[in-house]
C-alpha cells in the first residue's frame, strides 16, 4: 500500500483538464452538429469535458487553434471556450462555466415562455447557436437543423407538433425569411434575433407580419444574449459608463491564456463592453453601436449602423455594410458597401441625400461601393474590417 509518509500533510493538487476540440460542420451540412457538436455539448454541460467549437473552414479553425493553444493547461472551472470573431482584431478565447450557460438558458426560457423545441440555424461555433443547444439540453429536446439553402418551412416541419417552437436567427437572415417566407417565421413561438444590431424598420415590418420576435443584446463574454427587448434577464444588471456593462451569474470568468486582457475587461464582477448606449429611466438599455466603429468625420460621430439601416430603406439597396477611411478635408468619409436591390443601380447622388436627410449630412456616405454580398464572419456578423480592406480603407 502507498501513500505519503507518516505525519506529512498532501496538497492534492487539481488535474487540469484537456480541452476538447470539435469542428463545426460546414453550413451545407450543418445537420451533422447532431453527431459530433451536439453530445459534446451535453458532455460539457455535465463538467465531464470542457469543449471548444472550431468554425468550419481550415484558415478559420487554424486561427481558432492558435488562440486556444489545447497544448497548454486549461484555466480552472472552464467547461467551454468560445472564440469570439475578432472583428476588431485578433480573436480570444472566452472562458465560460457550465453554470454560466445554464443560467443564459434558463433566463432565456422564462423570458420566452418556457422550454420548447428549438431549430438551430446559426453556427455552433458562435455563441448564438452554442446557446440553441444548452436551451434544447434544458429543456430535454434534441433540436433540429436548418442546412444552408433549405426552405424555413422544410426545417420547421421536423419540429414536433403541439410544442412551442423557438429558433435563433441574426438580422440577415430575418431579413431574407421575411421576404421568402413570412408565414413560416409567424408560425415560430418566438424568434431571438442578435447577433448584430436589428434596424427598427424590419423589426416593425416583421411584427407586423405576426412574426414573434424578441431583440437581443449579448456576446460571448455574457454567454450569449442576456438583454432581450432591451430589458435585462432575470439576474443581469446593466449600467453604462464610457460604455455598456454587463454583470450576472451569465459572465464569463475571463480570456484564455490573456489575464491582461481579463483584468482590463472584467473587473468587481462586471464585464466592459466596448459598445455606447443609453439607459431609459425604467432601466430600459439602447444600445448605439461599437465604440470601436464610430467614423468621425468633419468632428461629428456617425454611427454606421445607422446609416446601414437608412441605406437599407432605400427601394435600389437590397444591404448595406458601412466603413470609415482617411479623408485629407474630414478626417474620415464615410464609405458604403451597398448590395443593389434586383434590377437596380444604386448611385452616390441618390443615396447621399437619402441619408442626409434621416441622420445629418456627417452621415451621408462620401464613397459608395457596389458589392454581391456583404462579407461576414462565422458568427454572421458583417466583417467590417474585410470590407475596408476591400476597398482600399482603414476603419
Not at 480552472?76 to 450557460?101: F, I, Y
Not at 462565422?378 to 480592406?389: L, Q
Amino acid at each position: 500500500m502507498s501513500g505519503a509518509p507518516a505525519g506529512r500533510a498532501v496538497a492534492w493538487l487539481p488535474v487540469a483538464r484537456p480541452l476538447t476540440l470539435v469542428p463545426a460542420p460546414p453550413p451545407e451540412a450543418a445537420a451533422a452538429a447532431l453527431g459530433t457538436v451536439w453530445p459534446a455539448l451535453r458532455r460539457a454541460l455535465a463538467g465531464d469535458a470542457p469543449l471548444a467549437v472550431l468554425p468550419a473552414g481550415a484558415g478559420p479553425a487554424d486561427a481558432a487553434r492558435a488562440v486556444l493553444r489545447p497544448d497548454r493547461p486549461l484555466e480552472p472551472g472552464t467547461d467551454l471556450v468560445v472564440v469570439t470573431s475578432g472583428s476588431t482584431g485578433g480573436g480570444k478565447g472566452v472562458l465560460l462555466s457550465a453554470a454560466a450557460l445554464r443560467a443564459s438558458a434558463a433566463a432565456t426560457l422564462g423570458r420566452l415562455g418556457g422550454p420548447g423545441s428549438w431549430l438551430l440555424a446559426l453556427p455552433t461555433s458562435a455563441v448564438g447557436g452554442l446557446q440553441v443547444l444548452v436551451r434544447s439540453a434544458l429543456a430535454d429536446r434534441e433540436p433540429a437543423v436548418l442546412d444552408r439553402g433549405e426552405p424555413l418551412a422544410a426545417a420547421l416541419a421536423r419540429l414536433p407538433a403541439g410544442d412551442r417552437r423557438y429558433t435563433a436567427l441574426v438580422p440577415t437572415q430575418l431579413r431574407r425569411y421575411l421576404a421568402d417566407e413570412p408565414d413560416a417565421l409567424a408560425s415560430f413561438d418566438g424568434i431571438v434575433v442578435g447577433g448584430a444590431a436589428t434596424d427598427p424598420a424590419l423589426l416593425a415590418r416583421a411584427r407586423a407580419a405576426g412574426v414573434r420576435l424578441h431583440t437581443s443584446y449579448g456576446m460571448s463574454e455574457t454567454a450569449g444574449g442576456c438583454v432581450y427587448d432591451g430589458v435585462p434577464l432575470d439576474g443581469v444588471g446593466v449600467r453604462v459608463a464610457e460604455g455598456v456593462e454587463l454583470t450576472g451569474p451569465v459572465l464569463a470568468h475571463g480570456y484564455r491564456l490573456d489575464p491582461a486582457a481579463t483584468g482590463e475587461a472584467f473587473a468587481d464582477g462586471w464585464f466592459r463592453t466596448r459598445d455606447a448606449g443609453s439607459l431609459a429611466a425604467d432601466g430600459t438599455l439602447t444600445v448605439h453601436g461599437r465604440l470601436d466603429d464610430v467614423v468621425i468625420s468633419g468632428g461629428v460621430n456617425v454611427a454606421p449602423q445607422a446609416v446601414e439601416a437608412a441605406l437599407r430603406e432605400h427601394p435600389s439597396v437590397a444591404d448595406a455594410v458601412v466603413t470609415g477611411r482617411p479623408d485629407p478635408e474630414w478626417g474620415q468619409r464615410v464609405v458604403a458597401g451597398v448590395v443593389p436591390a434586383p434590377g437596380a443601380v444604386p448611385e452616390l447622388a441618390e443615396l447621399r441625400p437619402w441619408v442626409a436627410a434621416r441622420l445629418g449630412a456627417a452621415a451621408a456616405p462620401r464613397e459608395l461601393h457596389l458589392l454581391d454580398s456583404v462579407p461576414t464572419l462565422h458568427t454572421g456578423k458583417p466583417d467590417r474590417r474585410a470590407v475596408a480592406r476591400l476597398h482600399g480603407g482603414d476603419q
